[in-house]
T-cell receptor
Framework: DAMVIQNPRYQVTQFGKPVTLSCSQT?????MYWYQQKSSQAPKLLFH???????NEADTPDNFQSRRPNTSFCFLDIRSPGLGDAAMYLC?????????????FGPGTRLLVL | AQSVTQLGSHVSVSEGALVLLRCNYS??????LFWYVQYPNQGLQLLLK??????LVKGINGFEAEFKKSETSFHLTKPSAHMSDAAEYFC??????????????FGKGTKLSVKP
């Protein structure tokens, strides 16, 4: 089945230690999104790639970076995680932007910062 | 500015009872409308969406929603709740144009509990 895969499902890191979360997709979609979801809150868009074009949300901290080396993979890098970065990180994909297209979500990676 | 309001952060119903989750949006242009469901420690799964055409939309698991432009609403209903419906439900909108085209704007979510 075509899907969005996130690894690992759970990630523990130390305060200030860089961490990378990964997302892959078999849907061949043009757009890949990264969301941060804190407990009992709605997902918050961090940034997205439309093909190779990177689009950062205005309020996304500089501590968060992303890479998309090819259509299938996208990475979220947190350069110096703080305690406030503990959250669920969701990757999503869509065929295109606009036009009411569905975003397909992966199962998420729960990040714990010690 | 566009926004989504979900009335009620928690809704509790008995098994077999009607489920009604409310969603209102604020926008100067017609949005695309979505309902997503999230089970604990899982990603979001699309229940249904409205883009154009018929305003009553049927989705998975027996859910449906009706787009009412005059009320700027897109409430989610299910005639008979099942224990497996217990989850968090998010209403979202997106738009065809503008710098944020295609981006989902989520409501704060409604946690549905189903009592035996």
């Amino acid at each position: 089945d075509a899907m969005v895969i996130q690894n690992p499902r759970y990630q523990v890191t130390q305060f200030g230690k860089p961490v990378t979360l990964s997302c892959s997709q078999t849907l061949n979609h043009n757009v890949m999104y990264w969301y941060q979801q804190k407990s009992s809150q709605a997902p918050k868009l961090l940034f997205h790639y439309y093909d190779k074009d990177f689009n950062n949300e205005a309020d996304t901290p500089d501590n968060f970076q992303s890479r998309r080396p090819n259509t299938s993979f996208c990475f979220l890098d947190i350069r110096s995680p703080g305690l406030g970065d503990a959250a669920m990180y969701l990757c999503a994909t869509s065929r295109d932007r606009g036009r009411g297209g569905t975003q397909y979500f992966g199962p998420g990676t729960r990040l714990l910062v010690l | 500015a566009q926004s989504v309001t979900q009335l009620g952060s928690h809704v509790s119903v008995s098994e077999g009872a009607l489920v009604l989750l409310r969603c209102n949006y604020s926008s100067s242009v017609p949005p695309y409308l979505f309902w997503y469901v999230q089970y604990p420690n899982q990603g979001l799964q699309l229940l249904l969406k409205y883009t154009t055409g018929a305003t009553l939309v049927k989705g998975i698991n027996g859910f449906e929603a009706e787009f009412k432009k005059s009320e700027t609403s897109f409430h989610l209903t299910k005639p008979s709740a099942h224990m497996s419906d217990a989850a968090e439900y998010f209403c979202a909108v997106s738009f065809a144009f503008g710098g944020s085209q295609g981006n989902l704007i989520f409501g704060k979510g409604t946690k549905l509990s189903v009592k035996p």
